[in-house]
């Protein structure tokens, strides 16, 4: 469906069984709500799932660059809003994770717990010229010109070569990225400084986090774990970037397993 949150229209999608406790779930840069397929059949018999594209993203509108993550978080707070939910679980990949952490801080009465996954709580000054690097080529050459990086970043080479019909999912979600989108929440995520905010975190929190993943390491997942209080961290073999996808099975059982003793 789409609905009218924070000034701009949201594509949302809500399923699973009315009355039950909602985890909203939030994706990747250059992705969209499909990146979330595989932890539907888990997470649909429990949960209402809350699924919606970040704006400039999938069937969302896209607003001139530059985003902000504090826009990024009141778009969050409009769409429980519009759809009258008090509370919810938030369940945030990469950039997900970041306006998870931003939720969490400026909201916490909303949040009821709260999953980061491979994401990270602070961009370090010395990344700025990467994230210059990335939004001048898709200036220049589209999403095009950024989608085989990305993927190598996003999956293991096992991966990569064995599940092909995964990857050229993503693959399109990449490409069928609108590039005032990408470049609006590049700009957002290049200015993320959470970290020494975390503490203020008083929710339970779950931080997950593929063992490959290269852009948002193990050693930041451990730096968010180790500020917020009593936040459980929980490293998956075996995958980069995106791990939901890639060890989808043990992230699922992790998650509904921290999700369900919460509930």
């Not at 490409?175 to 989108?181: H, K, M, N, Q, S």
Request: charged fraction near 20%; include cysteine; glycine fraction near 10%.
């Amino acid at each position: 469906m789409q609905l009218t949150a924070n000034g701009i229209e949201h594509h949302v999608e809500l399923t699973g069984p009315e009355g039950a406790p909602v985890v909203m779930l939030s994706h990747s840069l250059a992705s969209s709500m499909v990146m979330w397929a595989p932890q539907l059949p888990v997470l649909e018999p429990h949960f209402r799932v809350l699924r919606y594209d970040v704006r400039g993203h999938g069937g969302s509108a896209v607003p001139p660059a530059p985003y902000s993550l504090d826009e990024m978080v009141n778009d969050v707070v409009g769409i429980l809003d519009a759809l009258e939910i008090d509370r919810a679980h938030f369940v945030g990949l990469s950039m997900g994770g970041m306006i998870g952490q931003g939720f969490g801080i400026q909201h916490p009465s909303r949040l009821i717990g709260l999953c980061l996954c491979d994401t990270m709580a602070r961009v370090p000054p010395e990344a700025q010229s990467t994230w210059q690097e990335r939004i001048d080529k898709a200036r220049e050459g589209g999403m095009a010109a950024l989608a085989g990086a990305t993927l190598e970043r996003w999956f293991t080479a096992p991966f990569r070569s064995g599940q092909p019909e995964q990857l050229e999912t993503i693959r399109r979600s990449i490409l069928e990225t609108p590039v005032e989108g990408f470049v609006g929440a590049a700009e957002a995520i290049r200015r993320l400084d959470y970290l020494e905010q975390l503490s203020v975190l008083q929710r339970p929190t779950l931080v997950m986090v593929g063992a490959d993943d290269s852009g948002t390491p193990v050693s930041a997942a451990e730096a968010i774990q180790q500020r917020i209080p009593g936040a459980q961290l929980r490293v998956l073999p075996n995958a980069a970037h995106l791990a939901n996808i890639e060890q989808s099975h043990a992230f699922n059982v992790t998650l509904l397993g921290f999700l369900r003793g919460l509930t």
